[in-house]
């Protein structure tokens, strides 16, 4: 969690770009890229509101996923 807050932080404060971010904050460039997409995608950049800190930025950015309905019929 901390990592995406430092990831946001890194792109909109210091300007930096993804692999130089990748290195400060230890995490694949991929991994640095997805969280600027998905903050990009929900419409957040830098400081986060005071709501969004901890468990709901992550709720926000990485979802749960909806329970799809199964090619099989329940058990009877």
Request: positive net charge.
């Amino acid at each position: 969690m901390r990592r995406i807050q430092e990831v946001l932080c890194l792109h909109y404060d210091a300007g930096l770009g993804i692999r130089a971010i990748s290195r400060s904050v230890k995490a694949s460039p991929s991994t640095v890229r997805e969280h600027l997409i998905r903050a990009k995608v929900q419409g957040l950049s830098w400081p986060l509101a005071e709501s969004l800190y901890d468990a709901r930025l992550l709720r926000r950015l990485y979802p749960l996923p909806a329970h799809s309905a199964s090619r099989f019929p329940p058990p009877e």
